[in-house]
Nanobody, 126 residues
């Protein structure tokens, strides 16, 4: 699976961005998908993820109520809608795909993800 992330940019605090992650290669619908982010000098952290059916989602506490992850299996694409952005959301955002049995549970640790896209930079100015 090859993943291509896009949609990052510079936005003022309170603004919105929508990230996209387009997948190619193997059957996209069989993978759980996640978004992670990494700020300079910090470890990569979990942001959001969903199962292959999108029946289960998970978010890190700091983005709950502001970010929404969803997928369109027909388009082989997963999205991260980010609203009410804050300066602390500034980071490189990475999408990832996990091939394990994640029909009802959501993987939240980077190590279980098999494929990664390149990062897309999100910068939120105050």
């Amino acid at each position: 699976v090859q993943l291509q992330a896009s949609g990052g940019g510079l936005v003022q605090a309170g603004g919105s961005l929508k990230l996209s992650c387009a997948a190619s290669g193997r059957t996209f619908s069989g993978y759980a998908m996640g978004w992670f982010r990494q700020a300079p000098g910090k470890e990569r952290e979990f942001v959001a993820a969903l199962t292959w059916s999108a029946g289960t989602t998970s978010y890190t506490n700091s983005v709950k109520g502001r970010f929404t992850i969803y997928r369109d299996n027909a388009k082989n694409t997963v999205y991260l809608q980010m609203n009410s952005l804050k300066p602390e959301d500034t980071a490189a955002y990475y999408c990832a795909a996990a091939s394990g049995n994640y029909a009802s549970t959501v993987p939240v640790t980077p190590v279980v993800y098999d494929y990664w896209g390149q990062g897309t930079q999100v910068t939120v100015s105050s």
